[in-house]
């Protein structure tokens, strides 16, 4: 089974965008990213990702969270067209938002998130057309949890959080008999290794998550976030647990070459983790290719 992840789009549309929405925090996140940031985030990248992901032919596509800058709708709308070119259909393609797609509390209270993208957030065993966190999809000899630690937070702070009844949730999961002789595929946007994260972005209950899943196991946990490959790992009582972190999907990193847009693929045979590929954006050839 082949399995993609790209994570941290950062689609940007400020179409319909009135000026009291930049009255808040966006005044400050989005005055730093518009004067900075914002075309180095590329939509041209993006679509060779697409493009990529596809020749490819995985069996699941997972993208783990900041799909847009300021939670707007139009932003969301933009990626759901991207995302709906992918050769996948949504219940193939898992998302978890990021810190970015619930960026002040306004864009929580609406969750424009959910709406928008409620196919591609459809747990197994989930009644009706809800989204509930954490949620579950197996997929053959995959048990994928997928998790909500996105959240508002004061201007500069880019935290996120489990949350105890989330963290419960996970745990009963990843012990419940569907599950525990499957490949168990953790997926949430903030890494929980506390040494990644700087106080201002990580993840405030890392701690209590940890201890979790050293209890209760898990044969992969990926992340994005910090826009860096990261690998690390987390002892558990089952072994050990990889934790992987993926570059930003469409980033031009014009200054550091190593944090160009890249994304991966992770070959699973039963409950082995067997291979995992990178494949990073070259713009002289304008494509992405195996590293
Ligand atoms: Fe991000
Ligand atoms: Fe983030």
């Known amino acids: 089974m082949r399995i993609a992840h ?35 985030y590329s939509q041209q990248v993006l679509a060779r990702l697409v493009d990529d992901v596809n020749q490819q032919r995985p069996d699941h596509i997972l993208v783990s969270g900041d799909i847009s800058n300021l939670s ?21 393609v898992t998302l978890v938002p990021g810190n970015h797609d619930c960026y002040t509390r306004s864009a929580k209270r609406r969750d424009d998130f959910s709406d928008v993208f409620a196919p591609y957030l459809r747990g197994d065993f989930v009644a009706g057309d809800r989204v509930e ?27 996120g959080t489990v949350g105890e009844r989330q963290r419960q949730a996970v745990a009963r999961l990843l012990a419940d008999e569907r599950v525990a002789d ?18 201002h972005n990580r993840l405030t209950d890392s701690d209590k998550f940890v201890e979790m899943l050293s209890e209760a196991g898990a044969e992969l946990l990926i992340h994005g976030h910090l826009h860096r490959t990261l690998r690390h790992q987390i002892e558990s009582r089952h072994g050990q647990i990889p934790v992987v972190g993926v570059n930003s999907g469409s980033w031009l990193s014009p200054k550091d070459a190593t944090r160009r847009a890249r994304y991966n693929i992770y070959q699973i045979e ?19 290719i195996a590293d």
């Open 72 to 92: 707007l709708r139009a932003e969301f709308v933009r990626a759901r067209e991207i995302l709906d070119r992918l050769s996948l259909p949504p219940s193939e």
């Open 6 to 40: 790209f994570s941290d789009i950062h689609v940007l549309d400020l179409t319909g965008v009135r000026p009291w929405a930049f009255a808040n925090k966006r005044a400050v996140g989005g005055l730093n990213l518009l004067l900075s940031r914002a075309r180095e």
């Open 270 to 288: 039963g409950r082995q983790l067997v291979r995992i590929e990178q494949r990073s954006y070259h713009p002289d050839a304008d494509a992405f």
């Open 133 to 159: 966190w954490p949620f579950l999809r197996i997929r053959g000899d995959l048990a994928l949890v997928a998790i909500n630690t996105a959240h508002p937070s004061l201007p500069l702070l880019a935290v």
């Open 182 to 199: 499957r490949f168990r595929l953790v997926m949430l946007h903030h890494p929980p290794h506390v040494a990644n994260a700087h106080w």
